[in-house]
């Protein structure tokens, strides 16, 4: 069936850049999102793309797709204390990824 | 003016009761969907309903019965309770049925432990 596979922790200063990465086995995903949980809260939707582009830059967010290799990332500039939460990877809406755990450091 | 509501959000209960969770939408969406986000975090598709019709039902006990009294509702009753039920349970809804552009809003999520 259709899966979506990120890793679970990332550890990044304050201020440095992060990258989140996530693969999907489903080469019919047409739609890919990026979601952010924060601690005792919902999904809140970050940023998505259409799978006909290869780039996304929504201010401090770039989302990169590599089609070929369903591989999508999730990059953050400047990345603050506010920033910490869990990084969901979704495709096509309902297959969601175990979340990347982003803890920012001073 | 909140767009996704979830009563309860904390539920403490004992094995073997039945328990509802009540989900609430204000957005005019057509479909809504039930979670299921376990300890380490996974998140889970278990129902979605679209004009209060059934359109996905993904390997679910059969303990578990959603309903949708309207399109703006969609409550999860869950029959003999067991203790790998404990998870947090998130409605969530959007306007289209299918992969799109629309997104989908999140409740706050309903914290189920069972004892």
């Known amino acids: 069936g259709e899966d979506v596979e990120q890793s679970l922790f990332l550890s990044v200063r304050e201020g440095d850049s992060s990258v989140i990465n996530c693969t999907y086995t489903d080469s019919s995903s047409t739609y890919l999102y990026w979601y952010k949980q924060e601690p005792g809260a919902g999904l809140q939707l970050l940023t998505y793309?259409?799978?006909?582009?290869d780039m996304k830059q929504d201010q401090r967010l770039t989302v990169l797709l590599n089609k070929k290799d369903k591989h999508l990332s999730l990059r953050i500039a400047d990345t603050q204390t506010g920033d910490s939460a869990i990084y969901f990877c979704?495709?096509?809406?309902?297959?969601f990824g175990a979340g990347t755990r982003l803890a920012v450091h001073p | 003016d909140t767009a996704v509501s979830q009563t309860p959000k904390y539920l403490v209960t004992q094995m073997g009761n039945d328990k509802s969770i009540k989900c609430e939408q204000n957005l005019g969406h057509d479909t809504m969907y039930w979670y299921k986000q376990d300890s380490k975090k996974f998140l889970k598709i278990m129902f979605s309903y679209n004009n209060k019709e059934l359109i996905i039902n993904e390997t679910v006990p059969n303990r578990f019965s959603p309903k949708s009294p309207d399109k703006a509702h969609l409550n999860l009753h869950i029959n003999s309770l067991e203790l790998g039920d404990s998870a947090v349970y998130f409605c969530?809804?959007?306007?289209?049925?299918?992969?799109?552009?629309?997104?989908?809003?999140f409740g706050p999520g309903t914290r189920l432990t069972v004892l």
């Open positions: 793309i259409f799978s006909n582009m």
């Open positions: 979704a495709a096509n809406k309902l297959i």
């Open positions: 969530a809804s959007s306007q289209e049925e299918g992969p799109g552009t629309d997104t989908q809003y």
